[in-house]
């Protein structure tokens, strides 16, 4: 369900409003969860039974100086992987490809030759980032796991740099070969 619909709902036990909630302490999170866990969320749109909240997710709160897409994914038409980046996250790939398409870049990998600093350095001016060791490890942890995993795409939506420069997978989408999964 999208996020957007959990902040209009609300428990229809005790009205407690909202199925999203920042809180600052420990003592927050335990008094928002004990009015969560075990009532009904009613959401707009859907029957007035609701859903039956069963468990809470607790997230860090992330200070976000920029954020970016990076993913990779099997090129249908070549048979050989990608890696398809971009200077604007948080959007979603059609939305960023509708308002933002000249900042989308794209880089083959040659399966024989592997991927290499180099043109990690590159996709790291592209996207900016003057640090690029990081960013390159992170990239080429992320094409191992690809190659490994058997995955057809693994994307990172926002990719997200703090204040601290800590890069940070936000969000994270990994679609794995139904025909390896017997390998996994």
């Given at each position: ?130 640090e690029s060791s990081r960013i390159s490890f992170m990239i080429k942890n992320l094409y191992e796991c690809f ?38």
């Amino acid at each position: 369900m999208q996020g957007l619909a959990r902040t209009k709902g609300f428990f229809r036990e005790n009205g407690f409003k909202s199925g999203i909630h920042i809180c600052d302490t420990i003592q927050d999170v335990q008094e928002v969860a004990d009015k969560m866990l075990g009532k009904h969320l009613v959401l707009p749109h859907q029957n007035e039974d609701g859903l039956m909240c069963n468990s809470v997710l607790v997230m860090e709160h992330l200070e976000i100086e920029k954020q970016y897409f990076l993913a990779i994914s099997l090129d249908v038409k070549s048979g050989q992987p990608v890696i398809t980046y971009s200077d604007v996250g948080g959007l979603s790939y059609a939305r960023l490809c509708q308002l933002y398409p000249e900042r989308i870049y794209h880089h083959q990998i040659d399966f024989d030759k592997g991927i290499d600093f180099v043109n990690l350095a590159q996709v790291a001016d592209k996207l900016g980032i003057y640090e690029s060791s990081r960013i390159s490890f992170m990239i080429k942890n992320l094409y191992e796991c690809f190659l490994q995993r058997d995955c057809l795409s693994i994307i990172i939506n926002p990719l997200v740099v703090t204040p601290a420069r800590k890069f940070i997978a936000a969000n994270t989408q990994i679609r794995l070969d139904e025909d390896a999964l017997y390998r996994q």
